[in-house]
């Protein structure tokens, strides 16, 4: 019996492999410096499964590559109470939704469901900030939208970030109603959790600091083990008259922005020099709550800045908070001179970009698709920052001010920027009593898995995946049952129509998936008693899985490119739009199940052979370019048959080529379609409306119709916040007068927005 092997490697390689070849959830977590974030990118660029990236906010999600959670589900800026009803009257400032309420917020474009169908791994980075409460409901909107209901609507999670960190925000009016369903904020309190606990696995190698004592400060601190000698060794650098301005490459770590600002403005201010400004280069979607530093930076020669970005380049000359001197400025140039290094570099422009997910109807795949960029230079001044945004950096001197610390975690989030204890200041002592974590974290540590139990979960979360995949894989009765529906159309269709012609191959069509049900059924049962844990034997699944592969794709694979011939040969005919449309659908549906059954294949391939189930092993350019392939071939083979056919006009081209010219002029491009042209280059409004010689009036009013007509996203002209307060006050059903709405929204909405919305709202 050859079984799959084993063999715990690092924490982090483990996690790696839990991800790609189980569904279970994990809760990836470890102190600071333990290189979580290095993890999370390699897991986003290997995983063969259909992956989105959120965060609770809109600089983590920048920081992870993916897009904010209320976003991405469509969620309103609200507390949420996991039971049905609706919410209580708190007041006016304090709003609750509930599983009723929160359902009258879907309002999900086919697209983007797709996109929740499709979904196997949400990857969600930040948790320390992450709401119980809003852990729920983006769990009831997975099941709903997946018509789920199991946790997640069966998605993978993958929850990554440090608990001892800084804490969710809870307003005290909400606390009195949350406290009934939940024993706390921390995302562990969520009912699904309870409901479905997530693996704790935790990276332990510190890459951060090396000086075993502060190792074992920092430990204890994470722990509520703090110890009277700990406190007296941190106050050992109490040096309340110390000026960090004065002194190179020192930063002060505080607990407020205000304080923050202050230090930075009467620092630059104290330089001697002109000041010059800097300013990004913003293009396309990239709203402002989201810019990673402000639109423009102030410097001066001799100013303390430092990177918040690493080095991409091989020569990695500066890391995420490195300081330095600006020491040379120019119109397009800035230099930074690091003294103890005698080393100076000229700073490069770094590009962040703001991203969707989006599905490659080819292939079923889901892709980032970038919609905006930001474009400055990755410089902030240094001589202050918040403990709060010195989340991820590292510092080699720091001056720390927790005289105001105000958040479990705020001691530990700044100690643990510093590299050792040599460079550390403190502007006053240490009191024991300020150092505590949330117990409940600590507690909730003691969940963490050993060794055993870890190769013990991947044992049986790899079979029975395979067993849950595999079973989906070969069950596509939903599928079939769609093509019956079409039947009784192509039956009682008038004689003249292109459905009546079509009906005895549309017939034989459906005779032919009908033969494959039973024997489809058969194999899942045969599945079942393959994959058992601790009995599954990877080598007859390997066979009895390229003997089923071979013997439907026969059948199946015919059946696809006959309809991608019908719809080809439809393209040529006129007035058949809703019945190619309708084909194009069943395509769609008979794409998947063969993209799934490749997929499949690779997958037990990749685990008979021992290789790493990886995006680079298993989305091979056979799998992303079957569709594309296949409709090569088809098109050949209608031009060998019907070789005075001409050019077929493609039906499967996302932008079909333009008609030949005829003799007749060409139709004149619309008023709106001119705007849209140059909106979805990234013109702004003035620009739009200064180029066409129109007012900014008219341009917003071009918006308001394009929305409308579904040639644009709402989100593309509205931030999201906005478009979730629109909501909130009209709904998306809109019943009142644009006077009476603006009303209900206040100045917070202007008449453009609200008319753009009315747009893309009103039914």
Not at 133 to 155: C, E, S, Y
């Amino acid at each position: 019996m050859k079984q799959i092997t084993i063999d715990i490697q690092s924490p982090a390689d483990f996690t790696e492999r839990f991800i790609n070849q189980t569904n279970h959830s994990v809760f990836l977590t470890g102190k600071a410096g333990t290189g979580k974030t290095t993890l999370l990118k390699k897991i986003i660029d290997s995983t063969h499964k259909n992956t989105v990236v959120v965060a609770p906010t809109g600089i983590a999600a920048l920081n992870a590559g993916g897009v904010t959670i209320h976003s991405f589900f469509q969620l309103p800026f609200a507390a949420f109470i996991p039971d049905f009803g609706q919410p209580p009257f708190v007041g006016q400032r304090t709003q609750f939704n509930t599983k009723t309420t929160l359902q009258q917020h879907f309002n999900m474009n086919k697209k983007k469901k797709v996109i929740f169908l499709k979904l196997e791994l949400l990857i969600i980075d930040e948790v320390s900030m992450l709401r119980s409460d809003l852990l729920d409901a983006m769990d009831f909107m997975l099941r709903k939208v997946r018509r789920n209901d199991t946790p997640f609507g069966g998605v993978q999670v993958l929850f990554i970030g440090d608990l001892m960190q800084l804490p969710p925000i809870v307003k005290r009016e909400e606390k009195p109603t949350l406290d009934k369903y939940y024993r706390g904020s921390f995302f562990f309190n969520a009912q699904v959790i309870q409901e479905q606990p997530p693996l704790y696995i935790e990276l332990e190698k510190i890459y951060r600091q090396n000086d075993p004592e502060f190792i074992e400060l920092l430990n204890n601190l994470r722990n509520n083990h703090i110890s009277d000698e700990n406190v007296a060794l941190l106050n050992n650098y109490v040096k309340p008259d110390f000026d960090s301005t004065k002194h190179e490459g020192f930063i002060t770590l505080t607990t407020h922005n205000a304080k923050a600002d202050e230090i930075n403005d009467k620092a630059l201010r104290a330089l001697s020099g002109k000041t010059r400004d800097y300013d990004a280069k913003v293009a396309k979607k990239f709203p402002d709550h989201m810019f990673p530093i402000p639109k423009t930076m102030e410097l001066k020669i001799g100013a303390q800045v430092m990177f918040i970005k690493n080095d991409m380049s091989h020569e990695k000359r500066y890391y995420n908070g490195k300081i330095g001197r600006v020491t040379e400025l120019s119109a397009d140039e800035i230099r930074v001179t690091f003294p103890e290094e005698k080393l100076t570099i000229t700073v490069e422009p770094y590009e962040w970009e703001n991203v969707k997910f989006t599905l490659d109807e080819a292939s079923g795949e889901i892709k980032e698709e970038v919609i905006g960029t930001f474009v400055h230079f990755p410089l902030k001044l240094a001589w202050a920052i918040t403990v709060h945004k010195s989340q991820g950096l590292t510092f080699e001197k720091a001056v720390l001010d927790l005289s105001n610390v105000f958040a479990s975690g705020q001691a530990y989030v700044g100690l643990s920027r510093l590299v050792s204890l040599k460079g550390l200041v403190l502007m006053s002592p240490i009191r024991l009593n300020g150092l505590r974590n949330d117990q409940n974290v600590v507690d909730y540590a003691k969940n963490k898995a050993d060794e055993k139990l870890l190769t013990r979960k991947l044992e049986l979360g790899t079979v029975l995946y395979l067993q849950k995949r595999l079973q989906k894989t070969f069950n596509w009765d939903a599928m079939v049952s769609r093509w019956l529906a079409h039947e009784v159309a192509h039956k009682t269709a008038g004689p003249r129509s292109e459905m009546a012609k079509n009906k005895v191959w549309f017939e034989d069509q459906i005779n032919a998936l009908m033969s494959t049900l039973e024997p489809s059924r058969k194999f899942r049962s045969q599945l079942i008693k393959i994959c058992q844990p601790d009995q599954m034997d990877i080598e007859v699944l390997y066979e009895r899985y390229e003997a089923a592969y071979n013997y439907f794709m026969k059948t199946l694979e015919p059946i696809f490119r006959g309809n991608i011939k019908q719809l080809l040969l439809l393209g040529k005919k006129s007035s058949v739009k809703q019945y190619s449309e309708d084909l194009g659908e069943l395509d769609d549906l008979l794409t998947d199940v063969i993209i799934d059954l490749k997929k499949s294949r690779k997958l037990v391939q990749n685990l008979y052979n021992g290789k790493e189930l990886s995006k680079e092993n298993i989305w091979d350019d056979q799998i992303r370019n079957f569709k594309i392939a296949k409709i090569q071939v088809v098109k050949e083979e209608i031009r060998r048959e019907n070789p005075t056919l001409g050019e077929l006009e493609d039906f499967f081209e996302e932008k079909v080529e333009a008609k030949k010219k005829t003799k007749s002029k060409t139709p004149k491009e619309s008023t709106f379609d001119k705007t849209l042209v140059m909106f979805e280059k990234g013109w702004a409004v003035k620009e739009i409306a200064d180029k066409r010689v129109l007012t900014e009036q008219t341009i917003y009013n071009h918006l308001a119709r394009l929305v409308k007509d579904e040639k644009i996203e709402i989100d593309a002209v509205i931030d999201q916040e906005k478009i979730e307060i629109l909501k909130d006050k009209l709904g998306t059903e809109i019943e009142t007068t644009l006077s009476e709405a603006k009303e209900l929204v206040g100045e917070s909405i202007s008449w453009e927005e609200l008319r753009i919305y009315y747009g893309g709202n009103l039914k």
